[in-house]
């Protein structure tokens, strides 16, 4: 694999880990 497709692999990895970091926060708001 070339570095630029690791780096987008990665950078998708992140975006659906924030995402649903970000979705579950709004569905647990009592253990904030």
Do not use: C
Not at 6 to 24: A, F, Q, R
Request: proline fraction near 3%.
């Amino acid at each position: 694999m070339e570095v630029g497709q690791i780096g987008d692999l990665i950078y998708i990895l992140v975006v659906i880990g924030l995402i649903g970091y970000l979705t579950y926060v709004l569905f647990n708001p009592t253990e904030f």
